[in-house]
């Protein structure tokens, strides 16, 4: 991650933005404060009372936004190549588990996204970090959001051991309950919703649901400042009294 990145971050000179609502949202962005939240308190995700017993390994995904032709801000996103061991085939946001080199969960992010798809760090502009979930595997995945600096200078390079494709959509889609289903789901005695969305392009269609639609839910309610159109009901838990449970959920 480029140290003008961190530096911003931390309240630092600002980088350049390829607009003034770039700039105005980052802005934004950078004032915001996730709620409490650590793997002894309650959560969004299930998490435990007791850190000492359960320490989930940590990871980072990269929500990379930008400006499209219309004027819609639009998140990067991933499917998965079929030949991965774990959610193949599935759409997700870049990013993966965190390296002994890595200074932050941003750095986390932004190496994953350039091993992934080809982007450089240096086009990413790491603006905050949402508060952690909890996957089925048992990894603390902290949703880091970035603004694309210069758009015509990313060309997607998909690495075709971990990705079949590269795509974006609208972030605002998020919180609009269009092309949206949801199932509920049992967890620890506690009743959830599972969120699934459809998104259709150049006769293509994808499918957004599990882990990573709860993060671009609550990526999208941040920064548009306002709760989706449509109840959440993200699982909450005081502690995981047994933690292999977990992996019935996505």
Known sequence: MASS???FVNGGSSPSFPSQRLLALAQQLRHYKPPPC?????????????PEKFRPKR?????CLFEGDAGDLRVILTKRSLTMSTHSGEVSLPGGKAEEGDKDDGDTATREAK??????PSLVNVVTFLEP??????LRVVPVIGILNDRKAFKPK????????????PLEMFIKDENRIAEEREMMGEKYLLHFFDYETENKKYLIWGLTAGILIRAASVVYQRPPAFPEQSPKYEFLRDVGKITNAH
């Not at 793997?39 to 009372?49: C, G, K, R, W």
Request: glycine share 2%; charged share 25%.
């Open 5 to 7: 990145t961190a530096s």
């Open 38 to 50: 650590s793997l002894d308190e309650e959560s969004v995700t299930p998490v435990v009372q007791n």
């Open 59 to 63: 990871a980072a995904v990269l929500i």
């Open 115 to 120: 091993e992934e798809i080809g982007l450089d």
């Open 133 to 138: 979930f909890l996957s089925k595997h048992l």
């Open 158 to 169: 998909p690495n075709p051991a971990e990705v079949d494709d590269v795509f974006d959509v």
